[in-house]
Structures are given as C-alpha cells and as structure tokens.
C-alpha cells in the first residue's frame, strides 16, 4: 500500500462495482476504500487486482485496519457485529481494548511481528457485553512505511467448543482404558491365578490317570499360563503401570522392547536423562503418539528400524519418532494426509497446547511433537 487518496462520496466514477474494478485493474486505482462519514478515503496498494472495499465489506470474516500505535482506523460490518458494537464506535479505539487483558502482551507482539512480515496467533476478545469470545487474528502490514496493519479475526468459539469436547472424549477414554486396564489384572487375572492352582493341584492328587488325562491337564495348564500372558500383556498396552509409577521414560522402554520382540522391528530409544516427571495429561498423550507411531511402522512403512528421541529444554518438550520406510503419501496438494489415528493425536496435542508435525519423503517418516511445559502443570503434577 502507498499513498492515501481521499475522494468525495459523490465522486460518481467510484461509485458502480463495474468502474471500481476496471480503475484497480487499469492501475489507475489500487485501492482499499475506507468510508469515513462524508468521504471516502483509499488507501492504495501495490498490484492490487481487486475491488476491496466491496471485498472487505461484505467478508464473514471480521477485519480491521490499525495505525502503528493500534488505533482503529477502519472495521468492516463483521467484526463490528462480532463484538457487539458498531463501525462508529469502534474506529479510534486502539485494537488492544478490545483483547481480554492477560492478552494483550501476546497481541502487542503480534503487532510488531507484522512489521517484518504476517503472522497469526489466538486472543480472547472481548464484546461490548463484557462475554468473550476466542479468535484467530492474522495480521500483515499494508503500506510500505510499515503505518497501517490489516487484521483478520475469525470466531473461533465453535472450534474450541469441539477441541474441549474431542479433549473430554479422549480423557473419558484415558480413564475407561485404566478401569479396564485393572479388572483384567485384578479379576481376569485372579481367576485365570486359581484355575492354573486347580489344575495344578488335579494333577499333584491324581498321579495315576490315564497318560491322555495327563497329557489333557498339561496342556490346560500351558493354555492357562499363555493365557494370562495374553491378559497381562493387553492390560499393560491399555494403560500401563509403570505410567503412574515411574512416568514415561520407563513406560516408552517397556513398551518399546515389547513392540521389537513382536515385530522384529529394532527400535532405538534416545531419552533426556533430565526427563523426570511431566505432567500426567503430557505423558499419556506422548505415551499414545509412541503406541500410534510404532503401529502405523509395523502396519505401513515396510521398515526395520525406526528411532524415538525424547529432549527436554527448559519449558519445552520435543519428541521424533523416526523410520526408513516408503514414507506417508501427499495428497493431490502435496500435502502429508495423516490417519485417524494421527489426526486424534494432533488434536489431543492442540488442547496442551503443543503440535505434531508429519515430514515424509521417499527416505521415510519423521514425526516431531513438541508441548509447552508451564510451571502450574509442573506444580498439579507433583500433587
């Protein structure tokens, strides 16, 4: 954007959409029409090909133009609506009153991050009602004296409404899987305990059977024994113990030696020495994308090797689960479609406020996750 031309309301010749998009496409005007009582003000772009006062005012999308302090310069009917208010009373306010205050740091940052090129991030806004709503603000400056910055807001009440219920969903199933987990080895485990004791106990008083009796006992007794095996080891996969007990490190290398001997897949395990416990939500999710990860080398990848590593620096978590197999395929975009199952753990991910990220080539698959480490989760962790 360059200069600012302000052009009388009966300026007929700006008027009809007709002529706004041929002056743009002709050059004569690159414009974004701002209506200012009486007058029009166009502030004029660089190879603009578009009518943008039509465009932005009549967008779903809520948007606004702010000078370099913050200062609300232009908002289109949407966001106005949005926040409860309208374009009058909106344009002079400085955008930052309008962000819920333990934001506003974050959106002041923004702002300047906008100067050298566009950005986006989440902030709570808050409506003439004093409710609050989530957004999705995206942010680029429009002029070349880096003087006014557009923003994008989208409601994003809707999205966060199904994050928490996906979030609850998954917790529920968290806490289901450990019940589960315990009446296998509590009960299933106890009754399979006493029937392999009678077995035992027909044999030792019934030493003159018939060798096909004996045979028959013997072989109840092995199916018993492979049996609760079977039931320890489900039991364990569904939420193991040492989770709870001695945290993820531990509960990664049992898992992992359990997955190489099924899957004569050899795993390498690289774990920060400074781990130590996280927080209980953090280690069952990372605990769940190692399970997914490791499932989708055996079922797809064609590998032999795959790696974990696992590093800790200060408030950060990072994790990649690595292999060498034929790699995820790209959409027609050129963009990784990862399965349900990675699509449940980006989401649960997304509410801890971390991200997992798929890079695949011809080479293999890579997996990065990485979640923030708050003081707060570090301090419910410990209780």
Known sequence: MGNKVVIPVNDGALDDSAEIIQAIRAGRVDAFVVEEGERKIVYTLDNADLPYSTLVQRMQ???????????????????????????????????????LADDRPHFLELLRKALD????????????????????????????????????????TSEKSNAELASRIQSLQDEERKRISRELHDSVGQLLAALGMNLSRLRTENPNVSSDSADLLSDCGAMVDQLTREI?????LLHPPLLDAAGLT????????????????????????????????????LFRVVQECLTNVYRHSGSDFC??????????????IRDTGQGMRNRGDGQISPGVGLRGMQ????????????????????VVVEVPLTEKSELQNSN
């Open 307 to 320: 790696s974990i590593s696992v590093q800790r620096e200060a408030q950060r978590l990072s994790m990649q």
């Open 347 to 366: 989401e649960r991910l997304r509410h801890l406020g971390g991200t997992l990220q798929i890079q695949a080539n011809e080479k293999g698959t890579t």
């Open 117 to 156: 090129g566009s950005c986006e991030g989440e902030i709570r806004l808050r409506r003439c009602d004093e409710t609050v709503i989530p957004a999705r603000i995206s942010l680029a400056t429009l002029s070349r004296d880096h003087s006014v910055t557009g923003i994008l807001v989208s409601d994003i």
């Open 232 to 236: 320890r080891t489900i039991s364990h």
């Open 61 to 99: 999308q809520g948007a606004a133009m702010v000078t370099s302090t913050g200062e609300i310069i232009y908002c289109n009917p949407s966001l106005a609506v949005l926040l409860g208010s309208t374009h009058e009373a909106m344009v002079g306010l400085g955008f930052d009153e309008l962000v």
């Open 250 to 285: 531990s509960a990664i290398r049992w898992y992992v030696d359990g997955f190489s001997h099924r899957s004569n897949i050899k795993v390498a395990v690289q774990i920060d020495s400074e781990l130590g416990r996280l927080p209980a939500e953090v280690e069952i999710s």
